[in-house]
């Protein structure tokens, strides 16, 4: 996620410099408070969150918990991680919804922090999960407001309640209250209210929210704060909650360059939780906030959870159980690699998706230059060849692949690669198919280097591997110990942070190799 990128090489590359100690002196844990102190303020989180953050770790790194730690670097990066939590929440908090429908969640925040986006995501979100969400447009006053919330619930497939027209016209507390009535005439299960910002905190912002809350009674009060905002978040977090009072944050904007302060300190300094975070501009864009999963990104831990609660949305498992069989028959053609990165595309960015990894953070230059158009150049080279070439790619001579590349705007190069490239995808689906860990040509393990000893990995092959007879837990198992013993020195993954799969969580990935 961009906007910690900084604070995570920061945070890494103290995590490092520990790595060389075997035992840590008092000088040892002081140097390194004062680098974590540092790179928090650089992040902008607010003074008294980082002076609270750094005095509980110096105080538990000073402590019997590390002195008596058979690797006391681990234990310092553990313990990081655990305060990081602490501070973004603790537990995730879900939202809360009337006994009796529709349950009002009103929305709240300054001009520009996302708050008419959200609501249309928010709708989509809800939508999914079986609601029948209804958007009450309430923001009379900001410019084209209005139509603005219309344009977002189309596109979001969201009923909208719309009176009034805005741009200055109309009262909003009766637009707001009216919405609601309306919702239980047309029984609609959630109302999500659209409430004018300001630029700026002002009394008369102040007085109109704490009206409309008045008027409906919300279930919940989401305040919409911009991520890119810094330390600003802070005050801005104060005046609402001291004015109208919310019942959780939602973080915007976090796909940005920002520093992310807002993230590290709102939670801390209201003792609100937040609910959700954006992170990008489509409507598919927003996740439930997990305090825990984003700790392990910052400290570049991975964040393997969020990673299969997409898969298991975007893939079908009637499909992958198909494509299970054919593996194991070696029956998997140039139609099913097409399905399965059709399906890969429904998850959202590959570039988001590769940075969830454990040690992502090694692999910044290559994520940068990952080209996102690459799957919609190989669907064109696939949807070129006929049905016969893509079920048997041996066909595939020397004018076949040229007929192919001129139909696809591609050249011969790109149509061998293509074909090499499934070769490979094949033999390692196959392998993990059958609890296997695969090799990644030209990268190696995630999260290591190149040239990491063979001495370790000779090891590894002698005893260190599972035996578990069940193959989707023995290939769960052996990624595992591959990742943690190719982790470098100084990065946040195999240093303890990460929790290990539950049975739950081996249940769920056997279903995705499709043998549940």
Request: cysteine-free; aromatic content about 4%.
């Amino acid at each position: 996620m961009a906007t910690f990128g900084t604070l995570s090489d920061r945070l890494t590359e103290t995590f490092r410099n520990l790595r060389t100690k075997g035992k840590l002196t008092p000088a040892d844990v002081d140097g390194t408070v004062r680098e974590i102190r540092r790179a928090l303020l650089d992040a902008d989180v607010a003074l008294g969150v980082v002076k609270d953050f750094t005095a509980k770790v110096r105080e538990r790194a000073l402590g019997d918990e590390v002195s008596r730690a058979l690797n006391p670097a681990q234990q310092v990066v553990q313990i990081v991680n655990e305060e990081l939590v602490a501070i973004l929440g603790g537990q995730q908090r879900r939202l809360q919804f009337a006994k009796n429908p529709p349950t009002v969640i009103m929305l709240a925040g300054l001009q520009g922090s996302g708050k008419t986006t959200f609501a249309g995501k928010l709708a989509r979100l809800l939508e999914k999960d079986g609601h029948t969400p209804l958007l009450v447009a309430a923001d009379l006053q900001r410019p084209n407001a209005v139509n603005q919330l219309q344009v977002v619930a189309q596109r979001a497939g969201a009923a909208v309640f719309a009176p009034e027209p805005g741009n200055g016209v109309g009262d909003p507390v009766r637009v707001a209250r009216d919405g609601v009535e309306h919702a239980r005439r047309q029984q609609h299960d959630v109302v999500i209210i659209d409430t004018a910002g300001r630029l700026g905190v002002d009394a008369e912002l102040m007085k109109q929210a704490a009206d409309i809350r008045r008027a409906v009674d919300p279930d919940e009060v989401l305040f919409v704060i911009d991520a890119m905002i810094g330390q600003d978040a802070v005050n801005t977090a104060k005046a609402f909650q001291d004015g109208v009072d919310f019942t959780g944050v939602v973080l915007s904007k976090l796909d940005g360059d920002a520093r992310g302060g807002a993230a590290l300190s709102v939670a801390s300094v209201t003792g609100r939780p937040i609910i959700y975070a954006s992170t990008g501009e489509g409507l598919e864009d927003l996740e439930a906030f997990h305090p825990d999963r984003m700790a392990s990104r910052i400290l570049d831990l991975g964040d393997i959870l969020t990673l299969i609660e997409q898969a298991q949305a975007a893939f079908d498992e009637e499909e992958a159980k198909k494509v299970a069989e054919k593996l194991a028959t070696e029956q998997f053609t140039l139609e099913d690699f097409l399905d399965q990165m059709q399906q890969l595309k429904k998850m959202g960015s590959m570039k988001k998706m590769l940075g969830m990894l454990p040690g992502a953070g090694n692999m910044k230059q290559q994520l940068e230059n990952f080209d996102e158009r690459e799957i919609d150049r190989t669907e064109a080279i696939i949807r070129s060849m006929t049905p016969m070439e893509r079920r048997n790619p041996k066909l595939l001579n020397g004018s076949r692949r040229l007929r192919i590349a001129r139909g696809s705007g591609m050249t011969v190069t790109d149509v061998n690669q293509l074909v090499q490239r499934f070769d490979q995808a094949a033999k390692m689906m196959k392998t993990v198919a059958r609890g296997g860990v695969p090799q990644i040509p030209g990268m190696g393990p995630m999260g290591g280097k190149p040239g990491a000893s063979s001495k370790r990995g000779a090891k590894q092959k002698k005893g260190g591997g599972s035996r578990s007879g069940n193959p989707a837990k023995r290939a769960a198992e052996n990624a595992g110990l591959a990742a943690t013993a190719s982790a470098p020195s100084g990065s946040g993954f195999g240093l303890g942070g990460a929790p290990q799969p539950s049975e739950a969580d081996l249940a769920e990935i056997q279903k995705l190799f499709g043998k549940g």
